[in-house]
């Protein structure tokens, strides 16, 4: 690693933010860290997630100067922080660990201006500007009226937002974070994350944040890199990176991923694992949904044993991907086009070979209206009909009524139900 003068200033010229290049580490036996490749630049929040022992911690200990790497270099605001001295690196990274540290007798405003302790001598005090300084950082971490609580005598939360408060006192251009919601309730949950934004933002800090929860990560990170067995699989925007395949590739689990309706970003939704289920015997069932209204009416009838087909749908649609996931006969036709006159036929003739064809109150539009045409024509030739109508057909006609005039001839032939209950029943 590269030489570097002692009192950890910056060089001119020299690239700031954290890099890590081919960085191998571990613990002895096996590496925990093969090979990672990592920047965060300032004014940048970077989201680090993965599964349980995948390298998170680590890669924040080797970062922090805690655990030299076997092989590879560590970049911190453009000094090698393995060079300095432990005062000195302090100046350019500040650490939040997952649990606040014991601190047996001091008061919260004493933990803060600890932080301090890298910008002076060993031989002087706090001034008036560390003073400053500590406030401040009490401040936007929520705990100026805890300045002179024993810390020991905080909650877990209250003391992780000190530990927060020291960091940030600490002054320094690298912020890393180690699972830094733990212990806190939602409210300080999204003060803190704004808090660490805002200094990424304003004060051109680059920060690197562990994360388990993943909503959590999508919402408050601009980057977010995923380890796996101790390597990046992923590196990009929260779109690019969270999505069904990633989950199920890296956390073996089957979750739906939707955009948030507000800022767009993806939004992970856990259940019950869904399984292709086997029909035990009962009558086939129909189901005409759209924009995940039928999901919930498929894995019902499916898991009381009904053979059940479904569509017209839509391509990505979440009741094409639950569908697709229980194993279900189906026919779907591109995403946002309108349905064709062969797939229409195809549905038409689905509904005839059922004992009983489910309409969900989806939205209805000119993309899907067909599959109401479908269904008044299957129910004029006496198929049995159940309309599940939670929400009045004229508040989802975006075809200016001939939706609604469709519904409403359906319901003049079908059973109209208010719940998912009444149509198992």
């Known amino acids: 690693m590269g030489r570097s003068v002692p009192d950890g200033s910056r060089a001119p010229g020299a690239p700031a933010g954290l890099r890590l290049r081919a960085v191998t580490a571990g613990y002895g036996g096996a590496p925990v860290l093969r090979g990672v490749d990592l920047t965060v630049r300032p004014r940048e929040v970077v989201g680090l997630i ?20 076997r092989s590879g270099s560590v970049d911190v605001a453009g000094r090698d922080p393995y060079v300095l001295s432990a005062r000195h690196a302090a100046r350019l990274v500040a650490v939040v660990p997952q649990d606040a540290p014991a601190t047996l007798g001091f008061t919260a405003l004493e933990v803060v201006l600890m932080g301090r302790s890298a910008h002076l001598s060993p031989w002087g005090g706090g001034g008036p500007e560390d003073y400053r300084r500590a406030r401040e950082a009490m401040e936007a971490a929520g705990v100026h009226h805890l300045a002179d609580r024993d810390v020991d005598r905080l909650s877990g939360g209250e003391r992780q937002r000190v530990v927060l408060a020291q960091a940030l006192c600490q002054d320094a251009p690298v912020l890393l ?23 990424a933002r304003d004060r051109d800090r680059a920060v690197l944040a562990v994360f388990h929860d993943l909503n959590l990560a999508s919402a408050s990170c601009d980057r977010l890199v995923a380890l796996d067995g101790g390597r990046i699989v992923a590196d990009g925007p929260p779109d690019e990176v969270i999505t069904r395949s990633f989950l199920h590739e890296a956390y073996g689990v089957e979750a739906d991923v939707y955009p948030h309706a507000v800022t767009g970003r993806p939004v992970v939704v ?3 694992p869904l399984r292709p289920f086997r029909a035990r015997g009962l009558p086939r069932a129909h189901v005409v949904g759209g924009a995940g209204r039928g999901a919930p009416v498929m894995r019902a ?5 009904y053979e059940v087909t479904a569509g017209v749908l839509h391509a990505t649609d979440t009741d094409a991907v639950v569908a697709e996931r229980l194993n279900l006969e189906r026919i779907t036709v591109p995403p946002f086009s309108e349905i064709d006159a062969q797939a229409a036929q195809e549905c038409v003739a689905m509904m005839r070979r059922a004992a009983v064809v489910v309409v969900c109150d989806a939205p209805y ?38 939706a609604t005039e469709l519904w409403e001839r359906l319901a003049g032939r079908a059973r109209v139900v208010r719940s998912f209950e009444e149509v198992l029943a």
Not at 51 to 65: D, E, H, I, M
Not at 301 to 305: F, H, K, N, S, Y
Request: charged share 20%; hydrophobic share 40%.
């Open 270 to 272: 856990l259940g019950p």
């Open 50 to 69: 993965g599964p349980n022992g995948s390298g998170k911690t680590t890669l924040v200990r080797v970062a922090s100067r805690a655990l030299r790497p």
């Open 365 to 402: 539009g000119p993309g899907n209206l067909a599959n109401l045409e479908a269904a008044v024509r299957a129910a004029e030739e006496g198929v049995a009909v159940v309309l599940l109508e939670q929400v009045p057909a004229r508040e989802r006609d975006f075809t200016g009524g001939r």
């Open 301 to 305: 009838l499916a898991e009381a044993g």
């Open 177 to 199: 974070l180690d699972e830094p919601t733990t212990h806190l309730d939602p409210g300080h949950v999204v003060a803190i994350l704004e808090v660490v934004r805002t200094l």
